[in-house]
């Protein structure tokens, strides 16, 4: 499969407790998005990188959330201290690099995070 | 601020029955508009966007600049059109602005 990648499908912790996601975008593409999905909404802009880069952030983003894309290849977002108001659907989505706006993004299938 | 309104969450159809997804918009500029669609068990992907004017699975959609909205049509509804459908709008570098979303289920 060469598609949006995210691991794990699925985490379980305890209020509290810090937790970590990964994805592996789609090889040739430089942009790299995190969404993040409760029930009954449609998915929110956490952050998004190009390359490397962490271009912008949401104010959805505290500062118990961040995310790191060291090599421009796979990326990493880590949540510290959760609460159960991070129950959600992480989703992360990657793009080619493609001038301005329009480029179709990929989504993976997401990590579902259940904090209890 | 910019915002995405889908005042359905349930649109129920029979199949061969047309089906209108409603999306109004709020944005200061001009966006660009998309519909992207999940199906059961399957991964969030685009439908179609509004610059390509083109026709996908028989859906299109219109932009209306004056009434802000961004509705998709079919005018004859299959089973395998049973899906979350999400209006999105872009301010032009990929980060999407997504409404609630539109839960559609067509009968037979």
């Known amino acids: 499969d060469t598609g949006v990648s995210q691991n794990p499908r699925h985490k379980i912790t305890k209020r509290g407790q810090n937790v970590t996601f990964r994805c592996d975008p789609i090889?040739?593409?430089?942009?790299l998005y995190w969404y993040r999905q409760t029930l009954g909404q449609g998915p929110e802009f956490l952050t998004y990188?190009?390359?490397?880069?962490?271009?912008?952030k949401s104010r959805l983003l505290s500062d118990r959330f961040s995310a790191e894309r060291p090599k421009g290849s796979f990326s990493t977002l880590e949540i510290q201290r959760t609460e159960q108001g991070d129950s959600a659907m992480y989703l992360c989505?990657?793009?080619?690099?493609?001038?301005?706006?329009?480029?179709?993004?990929?989504f993976g299938s997401g990590t579902q995070l259940s904090v209890l | 601020a910019q915002r995405v309104t889908q005042p359905e969450k349930l649109l129920s159809v029979f199949k061969g029955a047309p089906v209108e997804l409603k999306c109004n918009y709020s944005?200061?500029?001009?966006?660009?508009l998309f519909w992207y669609v999940q199906y059961s068990r399957q991964r969030l992907q685009l439908l179609l966007r509004?610059?390509s004017r083109e026709s996908i699975k028989g859906f299109t959609a219109d932009l209306n600049k004056g009434e802000t909205s961004f509705h998709l049509t079919k005018p004859f509804a299959q089973e395998e059109d049973s899906a979350m459908y999400y209006c999105?709008?872009?301010?032009?570098?990929?980060?999407?602005?997504f409404g609630a979303g539109t839960q559609v289920v067509v009968t037979p």
């Open positions: 944005y200061s500029g001009s966006p660009e």
């Open positions: 999105a709008l872009t301010p032009g570098w990929g980060k999407l602005q």
């Open positions: 989505a990657s793009s080619p690099l493609r001038g301005q706006g329009n480029e179709k993004l990929f």
């Open positions: 090889s040739e593409h430089n942009r």
């Open positions: 509004h610059i």
């Open positions: 990188f190009q390359n490397e880069a962490q271009l912008e």
